[in-house]
């Protein structure tokens, strides 16, 4: 794939090689690679071969232009160190891709270079792994300066390791001037390091990038709004759900990855209280190393966030395996999936249910205890909505403290103080104009008012 910020012309056609028509690199040709199963223990999340095969469809669709002309499961019993697929296989889907006349190759699977060197020359065809392929979803979707430093990262480490002898121009010398330049350094030396001080400039701008946004996290807190986090396997619904909670316009589609930079909008709950609702970048399995990377920055939204919506896509066949796949990321952040006090599990999609599906799915709802229970919705239609806002506006009360702050009415500076950084539930003028307020605050700025106003707690509140 070109670098980050190259934008090739959709109607070009790969060179052809000798005696073979010149092929349209829009049509593409989808592999995935299913390998046997070698006995018991295998991982009990393990996606079946044909949803592997609908995700990687979705994944070639999502790039702009292209067009999946044929797509195919390859059955393995071992991975090939040359070509990662058998002779046999290799020969095969060399005929397809040539009746097809693709220009491009979709193998679902982690190719090294020497492999993917050797498919593009059986295939006559540009081959691309499932790496290469996500990142220029990314790419093509990063809209901020933070995304597109973030995608431009993980692509340039994505390259660097990939950096290995296999075109004729890397084994070029630069030579070095008079008897003091010795033999030089190679092409390749010289491409890994003008990557490596790309890398490095990146890195910089987006540690600036990092402490901008955790100014920006610590300015939040001083409004006693708490922030809410949507996360998700990819398509799982969030967007539609953050636009209907939101009553905002971002970008939802029917199309994997179509939100990658993180949207940040104010809701109010029945209660009255106002949340801070924050839309993430869509999970993956198999999400590439260098993105998690990259994006951890974006993650930690997520990691700082006060309540976690975990939505899940119930109508899809491998949706207990997508959730797995969301656990492992939020594992690898830190964060307990299993903590019910903070991860509320959000069941959406449920319109595509037929009454069976909706019933069988509503009793196993109502079969958990307590914070367990997952709220079944329709992002699209809205049921269930008002329910989850409710969820939720209960689940943070439980974790805030509510006090009784009583005020004289001379007093404005702590009036407007409070309004600041704290949550008013209540207030009432007594007779002497005396201001009474019932407030509501996390518990780490309990102890502040308690000692600032003589604030009382209010007991059966709160925690």
Known sequence: MEPKGSRRSRDARLPAAD???ARDDTRVVVIVPNLARRGAGEDDHRRSPEARLEEAVGLALAIDGLQVVASMLVGLTQ????????????EEIAGVVKAEEAGLVFVDAPLTPVQQRNLEKAWSAKVIDRTALILEIFGQRARTKEGVLQVELAHLNYQRSRLVRSWTHLERQRGGFGFLGGPGETQIEADRRLI???ILKIERELEQVKRTRALHR???KKVPYPVVALVGYTNAGKSTLFNRLTRSDVMAQDLLFATLDPTLRAVQLPSGERIILSD???????LPTQLVAAFRATLEEVIEADLILHVRDMSHEDAEAQAHDVEAVLSDLDIDPEDDHRVIEVWNKIDRLDEEGRARLFNTAERREGDARPIPVSALTGEGVDALLVAIG????RERVSLRVDLDAADGRGLSW???HSEVLERREDEGGRLHLAVRVPPDRAEHIE???????IKGAGQ
């Open 79 to 90: 991975l090939r160190p040359a070509t990662y697929l058998g002779t046999g296989k290799v």
């Open 394 to 397: 209960q689940r943070l009360a």
């Open 19 to 21: 005696g073979e028509e």
């Open 218 to 220: 610590a300015s939040r």
């Open 451 to 457: 000692r600032r106003f003589g604030a009382k707690r």
């Open 418 to 420: 409070l309004y600041r």
């Open 280 to 286: 993430t970048v869509g999970f993956i399995s198999d």
């Open 196 to 198: 490596g001080e790309r």
